[in-house]
């Protein structure tokens, strides 16, 4: 029990002196900041994407559900495999996830724009998914 506690004592101390990290991923300059900066900038991304297909998928009627889930489906190894070909030119670096983050954050962004433009068609776009009801 000693010497658990002793342990305990030295590790609190030795972090003690270690300088407090910012709650701001995005705050840092090291490679280490920037790569935790692009991992959130692609988790808010995709946190966003959901949001549109999950709102999408209330408004579809159910053929139409099944065909977005499918695109959707095909969509994200796309996303993937074009993002791990971007991050290639940078492999086994240490800004591999930075690169690798910001292409994911990228082409997720410009996926929830298709998903929100589904959302805001226009009367008469035949082409609009957010319409189909069936």
């Not at 292409?103 to 035949?126: H, P, S």
Request: proline letters at 4%; glycine letters at 10%; hydrophobic letters at 45%.
């Amino acid at each position: 029990m000693r010497r658990a506690a002793a342990c305990l004592a030295v590790l609190l101390c030795a972090g003690a002196g270690a300088p407090a990290r910012s709650a701001d991923p995005c705050a840092g300059t090291t490679q280490m900041d920037l790569n935790a900066c692009a991992g959130a900038t692609y988790e808010r991304a995709d946190a966003a994407m959901n949001v549109a297909y999950a709102k999408l998928m209330k408004q579809i009627g159910p053929k139409t559900r099944d065909g977005l889930r499918a695109a959707q489906k095909a969509w994200l190894p796309f996303r993937d495999a074009s993002c791990a070909l971007e991050a290639m030119g940078v492999e086994g670096g240490s800004m591999q996830p930075q690169v690798h983050a910001d292409c994911l954050a990228r082409v997720t962004a410009a996926r929830t724009k298709v998903l929100t433009g589904y959302l805001t068609c226009e009367e008469g776009d035949v082409t609009c998914v957010g319409r189909f009801g069936e």
